[in-house]
């Protein structure tokens, strides 16, 4: 519920309360000598690790529509996005930089549900937040993320690595993002499962990392642009070709009901993104240790396809068993 | 000049292109193992070195205005106010990252320029551009820049270090960019040299780096905020009070020009924010190496004030002499 107290805005509370009031809301890290409050935040990575880093910028209206997600799922996302990034080279998360650009109508009841989101994303990371940056915006809320995790150099997981017969595996589930992001812009309420896929995405920090433990992955990517498009990211940095099984693909049952209803919506599922699950492509004979560690993380991780040689570039077999060649295209910002 | 070629928009590079063609911009770096174009960049920070991070949003309209800035120089400026923040620390900078949401009447040319002057300013600075997020804006020009840098953790120079009676001292002059930004909102057209102080301000590394290494400064800010805001925030965190004597600032003979037919503007210079000049504080004793080091650097170091207990808040000395007591308040977003 929104408050309407007039005290409740944040001009009231200035951009440096505003700070303060993030900054008392984080505990102390060891990891952290310096944090929120000075020119620069100063971190400590762990002995030969090297650092790991991405950012991502979620806008409204692009990226985002307040009326569909509330400032809390939009908390976590923000985090989420780019914790997943760390995720998919096998890293542990470490630190996160949040920058915001606030319109007038943000109160400050809705920055607090924003802040709590994501600081819950980031402990459930096992991550800090360490700075940033508020000003205001004039026009859409803006959110910039900064995330830094680190790995031992010898371990990351590139997306150049795959090798041709490779298994090519997802986690999780596939589709529901695009379904549920589909079903809003056609004024369509999409269940409560299918809303939380695409409003509060899971980073599959935990995966990414027990893959590199075991040294499972020989490349990996994380779900954002969509199937399609983050296997041909693979593809063109791998320099290789990939088969994809359609029948194969692992869909939830609130996903399935909808494509017996509707079977042509499956390319929303294949083109679509956000749903920032793994695809990693592991050797054929480790397929044994996979599934091990399905099991264990109690995570599906399935078979998809394989991996081919470069000129074979991209096939699928599509639900009715015919195989052809597909272009490995997704969301594209410019198009 | 600006190409009107049908060709030459973004929407026909694509969103990859656009990424590609910044990369093969970026030289190669041996302390970045993976740059741009995977799902993180990895890189190495020196060892027994803390990383320094910060980050700074620039919003059209907000930040900036595309009628008052050229896209070259405002490339440059979003390096150089994140690298400020690691100059303010005393550090090295090593490594940014660059997202930015374009509206649709940006075209390659646009970007070109843009990513010319990001990359000069990163060249000047020894910085290596290694990743970033390019999106489309339905708005305003979105630039997020994240900066890493890194120092010694023993060298490090923090807000909170001033000492009761430390000599108070700005690099360069102060209030240069504040009278072209007045001069803008006002539609006189400032002159080449503040117009250059206010658009392509001048990150002051080698200065930072300098102090630390002979542990000259006790506390260090950089003025973004302006002089007796951002001496306010080492006040803060010093838990102390300030004197400062207007008679001694250094002001360009522009701006003493501009004050001597305009007194009262001496204000402007004084709140005004984005000098990107350091502040920082020493001991008095030794005001003879801060002299050789500004011969040095052929950078004025002037001394504007003292360090004085919290009790004595923030005091001026005006230029009749007259001492009085002020508020530490510049710019604030919210306000």
Redesign the interface.
């Known amino acids: 519920m929104k408050s309407n107290d007039k005290n409740n805005n944040?001009?009231n509370?200035?951009?440096?309360g505003?700070i303060e009031q993030i900054r008392r809301q984080v505990k102390s890290d060891s990891t952290v000598?310096?944090g929120i409050?000075?020119?620069?935040?100063?971190?400590?990575?762990p002995?030969d690790h090297?650092?790991?880093?991405?950012?991502?910028?979620l806008?409204e209206?692009?990226?985002f529509r307040r009326s569909w997600t509330s400032m809390y799922q939009l908390g976590r996302k923000s985090a989420a996005v780019n914790l997943?990034?760390?995720a998919?080279?096998g890293?542990r998360a470490n630190?996160l930089?949040l920058?915001v650009?606030?319109p007038i109508d943000i109160d400050a009841t809705d920055l607090e549900d924003f802040t709590r989101g994501f600081l819950d994303e980031c402990s459930a990371a096992g991550a800090t937040l360490?700075?940033?940056?508020?000003?205001?915006?004039?026009?859409?809320l803006?959110i910039?993320v900064?995330?830094?995790?680190s790995?031992a150099?010898n371990q990351?997981v590139?997306?150049?690595g795959a090798q041709i017969d490779d298994d090519i595996y997802v986690s999780g589930f596939v589709g529901d993002s695009a379904l549920a992001l589909a079903q809003l812009q056609g004024d369509i309420t999409p269940c409560d499962y299918l809303i939380l896929r695409h409003n509060q995405p899971t980073p599959r920090l935990e995966l990414g990392q027990q893959l590199v433990q075991r040294q499972l992955a020989n490349a990996?990517?994380?779900l954002s642009d969509g199937l399609f498009a983050d296997l041909g990211h693979i593809m063109e940095?791998s320099h290789c070709g990939a088969l994809v099984d359609c029948r194969c693909l692992p869909f939830s049952s609130e996903l399935r009901q909808h494509l017996d209803r509707n079977p042509a919506d499956i390319e929303t599922a294949l083109r679509g993104g956000e749903d920032y699950e793994l695809l990693f492509c592991a050797d054929p004979n480790r397929a044994d240790e996979v599934a091990r560690l399905s099991q264990q993380l109690n995570l599906p991780l399935t078979h998809i396809g394989n991996i081919k040689a470069q000129d074979y570039s991209l096939q699928r077999i599509d639900i009715n068993g015919n195989q052809q060649q597909v272009e490995a295209q997704g969301f594209?910002?410019?198009?």
């Open positions: 944040l001009s509370l200035g951009e440096f505003l000598p310096v409050g000075d020119d620069c935040a100063a971190t400590i990575i002995e090297v650092l790991l880093t991405s950012k991502d910028l806008i209206d692009v990226h997943s990034d760390v998919a080279m890293g630190h930089f920058g650009a606030l360490c700075g940033g940056d508020t000003c205001r915006s004039n026009g859409p803006i910039s900064t995330v830094q995790g790995i150099a990351m590139k997306r150049s990996m990517i994380d940095q594209n910002h410019f198009k």
